[in-house]
């Protein structure tokens, strides 16, 4: 038992791996890649950090083009700017797309460890929490593309998102004009999220009397607006944990566990401090509240606040529909019957379905979970290449 003690304590006295502790930005520099933070504050206030690779390391350029075409990535619920930053430059999108000659822009959204300034609001303050996905929508991710499009002079670009990051382009499309849909040349949606049919616990909770009386609480703010997180100081520990040899087998069999991770190498698990260093990040109550919804209703709403209210922000008893069929931009899914969060059948019977003009193309790949979009080791062959190879193919068609 002492020797098993003294083992354990001889492995917690390891050094960190440095990309644990740098910042998306940092951790960009360290690769050898050129790195500008940009800071964008949106209408109603919040500040968000957007990393940007103006070019590869090997600074090449697409033929044809005077400058760089810009590819704009979106993250997933919980994550940041860094999931398209955690594995190797070859494997992560981040740099894959850069390396392949485009101007390459991470965006945040707000209550993430790069969202946490306000003109007015603190993260103390409750009222600094008081957002949903719609937000992230309407401010962050429209400003944070009109921002990159004036800096670098394009009138277009394209769009990569995973998960959430496709709920919020989905969103934003469903709502803008024919104008602001110009703005997206293509949109590339990894595992795409607009609605959900099958049953998933404990979303099937919403319609029982009681739960529905705490959600009503928590819409009067009685609990306060607070941010859903995981405190840095425990995600160190997590990690710290995880990093040790005689305890590394139980995360990382945890991890597969938990995100239902195949065991075909999509995955590479001596990695997995640093995912723990970077994820989760922060939201707030209220957007989980929305998701909640999004499995209630099956589709895209604004937060439902109750008639009473609906009435007042909405002029409209019911909450708003975000309805897909208003999308024109070129829209391209990649999803997957083995992912668990958004499975084909969500795909196929909510996006595929009710979609506009916009849906081109879509690919159902083979053995893909939800978070293999984002860190699976087959996704730079199976996903990010073939994106490339498809805005290669639209800017020879038709121009940079």
């Known amino acids: 038992m002492l020797l098993f003690l003294f083992l354990l304590i001889a492995q917690h006295s390891y050094g960190k791996e440095i990309e644990e502790t740098l910042d998306a930005a940092d951790l960009i520099a360290y690769y050898g890649y050129p790195v500008e933070r940009h800071y ?167 319609e029982r009397d009681y739960l529905q009386k705490l959600i009503q609480f928590v819409l009067d703010g009685r609990f306060g607006i607070k941010p859903v997180m995981v405190p840095k100081d425990v995600t160190s520990k997590i990690v710290d944990f995880c990093s040790t040899k005689i305890l590394s087998y139980f995360c990382t069999a945890g991890l597969h566990v938990a995100l239902n991770l195949e065991s075909l190498g999509q995955v590479n698990s001596s990695r997995l401090p640093i995912f723990l260093s970077h994820f989760p990040s922060a939201t707030s109550t209220l957007n989980i509240l929305h998701w909640m919804q999004i499995f209630k209703y099956h589709e895209l709403r604004r937060l439902d606040l109750g008639e009473e209210r609906n009435l007042i922000a909405y002029g409209q008893t019911e909450a708003p529909k975000l309805d897909i069929k208003n999308i024109v931009a070129q829209t391209i899914l990649y999803f997957s019957k083995d992912d668990q969060i958004t499975d084909e059948v969500d795909v196929r019977e909510i996006i595929i379905k009710n979609m506009g003009p916009g849906l081109i193309e879509n690919y159902d790949l083979d053995h893909f979970t939800h978070a293999d979009f984002a860190i699976g080791l087959r996704a730079t062959d199976e996903v990010y290449k073939p994106i490339i190879y498809r805005i290669y193919k639209e800017l020879k068609l038709k121009g940079c």
Not at 86 to 111: E, K, T, Y
Not at 136 to 148: G, K, M, P, T
Request: charged share 20%; hydrophobic share 40%.
């Open 40 to 206: 964008v504050t949106t209408d109603d206030g919040y500040t968000s950090e957007v990393q940007r690779i103006p070019r590869g390391r090997d600074e090449r350029s697409i033929d044809g083009c005077s400058k760089r075409p810009v590819v704009f990535f979106m993250h997933g619920l919980f994550a940041s700017s860094h999931e398209y930053l955690f594995n190797l430059p070859s494997q992560s999108p981040a740099f894959v797309f850069a390396d392949a000659g485009f101007d390459v822009w991470l965006g945040n959204v707000r209550g993430t460890e790069y969202g946490l300034n306000h003109t007015k609001f603190t993260p103390s303050d409750p009222s600094f929490w008081n957002f949903t996905l719609y937000d992230y929508s309407h401010f962050d991710l429209r400003q944070q593309i009109e921002h990159a499009l004036e800096k670098t002079g394009h009138k277009s670009l394209f769009y990569v998102g995973h998960s959430q990051g496709t709920t919020v382009m989905f969103a934003r499309l469903a709502e803008a004009d024919a104008k602001w849909q110009s703005k997206i040349r293509m949109f590339f949606a990894m595992g795409p999220t607009a609605g959900f049919l099958k049953p998933l616990m404990p979303f099937t909770l919403l």
